[in-house]
C-alpha cells in the first residue's frame, strides 16, 4: 500500500469499521467514510438508520468526512433475487458471500475508485499479502473472528485494492482501543443475521416473496409425523421450529423415540416432503463428501486433482481434511471424516494452512 493514500472505508456504524478508520488515520492517510444502503424496504425491520447515525457520530469524532450511498439496486439485482432463487429450489444460500463479491467489493469498489481513491477498506478480519505477484487472502490472527469464509470469491483485481487493517488485531483488542479512544460504539453488539431480515421472523420473511406450499413431515422410513408450512422455511441440521407435537399417541416408543429430538436431513422437493430423524448424532445426518459447483479460485489456478486440502462448510465451524476430485464441471470432496449437516447452497470453502484459495457452492 502506498504511504499517504487516498482510502475509502466503509463505514457501517460498528466497533470494527470505527476502529479501522482510526488505525488508518492515525497512519497519515487521508480517510473518507461512506456508508452503505443495501435495503430500501421495510425500515420498521432495519437498523440502518440508527447505524448510520452511530457512524456519522464515529466519523466526526475521528475528523473524516462521511456520505450515504444506496446501492440498493445492484444488491436486489446481485444479491437479493439470486437469495430467492437459491430459497425456492430448496437450497439455502448464504448472501454474505455474494454481497462481499459483488457489492462491497464490485460496485462499491468502483464507486471510490471514481471517486479518487487509492484503496478501499473495511472492518473485516482477514489479511492479504502479495507473494510473487499473486494477492494471497490470509485468515486473520483472531481466528474466532477470521472472515476469509465469507470473503472467498474475491479476485485478483479486487484484492489489489482492498485493505484489511484488523488483520492483524483481535476482537478484544479492537473493543479495548475502541474504549481507550471513548468512542460510543465499544460495546455496541456485532451485527448478527442477513441484513435485510433484521430482526423479524424468517418465515415471515420469505413468506412475502415465496408462496408456502405445506407438505408432510416424513422420517427416514416413510412414517408421517406432522406437516410443514414450506420447503423453503428449512434447512439440513436443522432442529428448532419443525413443529413435531404430540406423537406419544400416534406411534409406539418402539417406532419413535419419545424425548429425542428431531432433525432435518432431506427436502423432497418432488414430493414436497420434509425428511426428518431422531438424535442429533443420528448417521443419516452425516455425509462421507460433498459436490461444489460455480468454484472460483483466488489465484486464480485450480488445485490439481487429488489434493488435500482443508475446508470448510459453514463459517462457524472448524477446518476439517478432505482430497478433491472433478467431475466435469463439479468439483468433488471426499472428508477424511464424516461431516454433520451437509447443507446444499451453502459454501465451502478451501484452505492451505492460513491461505484461503477460494470455493465453491455445495450442489
Known amino acids: 500500500m502506498k504511504i499517504k493514500s487516498h482510502i475509502v472505508i466503509g463505514m457501517s456504524g460498528g466497533v470494527d469499521s470505527s476502529v479501522s478508520a482510526w488505525l488508518l488515520k492515525r497512519l497519515g492517510h487521508k480517510v473518507t467514510a461512506v456508508f452503505m444502503k443495501n435495503w430500501e424496504d421495510d425500515e420498521e425491520y432495519c437498523t440502518s438508520k440508527q447505524d448510520f447515525l452511530d457512524a456519522a457520530v464515529i466519523a466526526d469524532l475521528i475528523g ?8 440498493s439496486k445492484e444488491y436486489k439485482e446481485k444479491v437479493f433475487n439470486d437469495f ?39 472492518g473485516h478480519y482477514a489479511r492479504i499479502k502479495k507473494v510473487e505477484g499473486k494477492y494471497n487472502l490470509l485468515t486473520a490472527l483472531d481466528k474466532t473472528k477470521d472472515q476469509t469464509y465469507f470473503l472467498h470469491r474475491l479476485s485478483q483485481k479486487q ?8 488483520g492483524d488485531y483481535s476482537k478484544g483488542l479492537v473493543r479495548q482501543m475502541a474504549l481507550e479512544l471513548k468512542l460510543p460504539n465499544a460495546k455496541k453488539p456485532d451485527s448478527m443475521g442477513i441484513c435485510f431480515i433484521g430482526k423479524r421472523p424468517f418465515q415471515n420473511f ?3 416473496y415465496i408462496p408456502p406450499r405445506p407438505g408432510l413431515i416424513c422420517t427416514d422410513e416413510g412414517l408421517e409425523v406432522g406437516t410443514h408450512h414450506g420447503l423453503q422455511f428449512f434447512t439440513i441440521g436443522q432442529r ?20 429425542n429430538a428431531w432433525y432435518v436431513i432431506n427436502k423432497d422437493f418432488k414430493n414436497n416432503r420434509l425428511i426428518v430423524v431422531q438424535g442429533k448424532n443420528n448417521p443419516k445426518l452425516f455425509s462421507n463428501s460433498l459436490a461444489a459447483t460455480n468454484l472460483h479460485w483466488i489465484a486464480e489456478e485450480a488445485p490439481a486433482c487429488g489434493s488435500k486440502l482443508q475446508v470448510k462448510i459453514r463459517h462457524t ?3 476439517f481434511s478432505g482430497t478433491i476430485s472433478y467431475e466435469r464441471d463439479k468439483l468433488v470432496l471426499n472428508f477424511e471424516v464424516p461431516q454433520r449437516a451437509v447443507a446444499p447452497g451453502q459454501s465451502v470453502v478451501f484452505y492451505k494452512g492460513p491461505l484461503c484459495i477460494g470455493g465453491g457452492i455445495i450442489a
Open 240 to 259: 428448532k421450529g419443525i413443529g413435531i407435537g404430540g406423537l406419544k399417541k400416534k406411534f409406539s416408543e418402539s417406532r419413535i423415540g419419545e424425548g
Open 159 to 166: 484484492l489489489s485494492y482492498s485493505v484489511f487493517p484488523l
Open 84 to 122: 430467492l432463487y437459491e430459497y425456492s429450489m430448496g437450497r439455502t444460500p448464504n448472501p454474505d458471500v455474494f454481497c462481499n463479491s459483488e457489492i462491497k467489493f464490485k460496485a462499491f469498489l468502483d464507486y471510490s475508485l471514481t471517486h479518487g481513491a487509492d484503496y478501499l477498506a473495511t
Open 206 to 208: 420469505l413468506s412475502k
Open 64 to 71: 473524516i468526512p462521511l456520505e450515504a450511498v444506496s446501492f
Open 317 to 319: 465451524i472448524s477446518t
